[in-house]
């Protein structure tokens, strides 16, 4: 019988695992991938804290009040209040601890960061490697604990549903190891840490309503523990908030497809010269609108998650490349090889069939700017529009929405307790990570560092408080 059993050796499982052995219980993680680690891999690990010691050193006045309320304000207060509560007040120290362990963020973290709605404080840190910088850090930890003996870790091991009691309360898991057998394992306490559905398109269709269009997410994360929660009655939440990001140009057009490269949107880093339209040939948002989040909301509302950028020659040649790390002369490269999302014509209407938008209205659209850089007025707002589209040959960049977190995840109280539809905890079931959905830690926004950071801190508050907080539910049913 294991004190606690923790599905997926991931951000949030591997915290879970080293607190919960130092703290002395029998743990056995099994992770379904041939190493550890899951979106660790793969993320660009930046995390939110607030009140740490590295903010102190720096005089950065900051507190958890503080981040609570610009993580409301950021999401108009359309996450989970109490778990972004327990995220934020325990954040600093797991951040702190993690510096304390050797991870080193960036010289000079923390930042305001501008991927995302900006915080009013510099609380944003992440390492030279990303999401790997914080996997180098957790690993010697884990593999400290199963030297000692506290954890017994099963690679390549599947977990294929939750055993439980007559009561519905959890009681074990069924997993198949690589040799195709299945093993019951036997738990006092299950952390569902299996990750999010980016990488299962029925589900995220399911989901989401959209098709997910974007291969970005770790292999696993198949909505393992979403259904795993589901079987016992979990219920899922969340659907509502979802949110596609400004968008992606991508190597291919098959769904799912990997990213090739991103536009430059954020105009404190470049000013917009090209314009975005629509499917429809229209202008559908202020390209150089601060605030991200307006941005992404005005694509949620276009047809296919989709946007073109459209200019002309004499912008090709004057404005600073649009595409992050890319030379002129390497946009023009992929313009030369035909590529599916890079499209030139000598006419607008001709670039509008060739790369799929509506030919009819790109001539009114482009007019209708050029006469706003006439004339210094633009209907949508625009400030920045420093030259007339109006020299052939014209340009077109596919630019799709993109989502790589999981929305929707399970419901859970302040103790991390997976719950029912009426709210009520599911016995001896808790949950860490992407499982609960980005929708409780960011609501229906993109909130930086706040699902990284939380996956550490709820794994790390598992691993310390579980067994005591487990120990009191039982002696309470009793
Ligand atoms: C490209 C990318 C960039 C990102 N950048 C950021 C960022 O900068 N900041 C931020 O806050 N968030 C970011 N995120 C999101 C964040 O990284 C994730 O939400 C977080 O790492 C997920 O942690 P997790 O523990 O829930 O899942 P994971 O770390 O994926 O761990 C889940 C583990 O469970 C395993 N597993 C799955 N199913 C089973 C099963 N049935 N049995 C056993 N094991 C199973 C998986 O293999 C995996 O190892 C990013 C995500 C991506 C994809």
Redesign the pocket.
Known sequence: MWDVIV???????MPTAIFAARRGAKVLV????DE?????H???????AAGTKRQAKVGIQDSADDHYDDVMRICKDTADPTLVRLAVDHAAETYDWLEQEGFVPIEGHPVLGHAHEPYRTRRYY?GPD??RSILKTLLPLFQAEVKKGGVTLQLE????ALVTDARGGVTGVR?KGKDGKEIVYEGKNVVL????Y?SNGALFKELSGHPQYCD???????G??LN?GKSVGATWRGAEQYLCSFGAVLQTDTIPAKILARPIHHPEVRLPWEISVNAHGKRFVREDVPSVDIREHALLRQPNLRHWLVFDDAIFAAAPPVLVDHTREQIAAHFAKDHPMFKKADSLRALASAAGFDPANIEATVAAYNDAVASGFDVLGRQHKPVKIEKAPFYAIRVQGTS??STVGLGADEQLRVTDAKGKPIPGLYA????LG?AQTMGGAFV????????LTF?RLLGQRLLQWSATARAAAE
């Not at 599905?7 to 499982?13: D, E, L, S, V, W």
């Not at 099994?30 to 991938?33: C, D």
């Not at 550890?36 to 660790?40: I, M, N, R, S, V």
């Open positions: 599905i997926g050796g991931g951000t949030a499982g099994l992770e379904r991938a550890l680690g899951g979106t660790l793969l993320s660009s690990g930046q995390m939110s992440w990303m999401g091991t599947t977990v294929t997993a840490a299996a990750g999010g980016s970005a997410a770790w292999k696993y994360a198949l393992d523990g795993l790589i977190s860490a990570g992407e499982v980005s930086g560092g706040m699902m990284v950071m939380p996956a794994g």
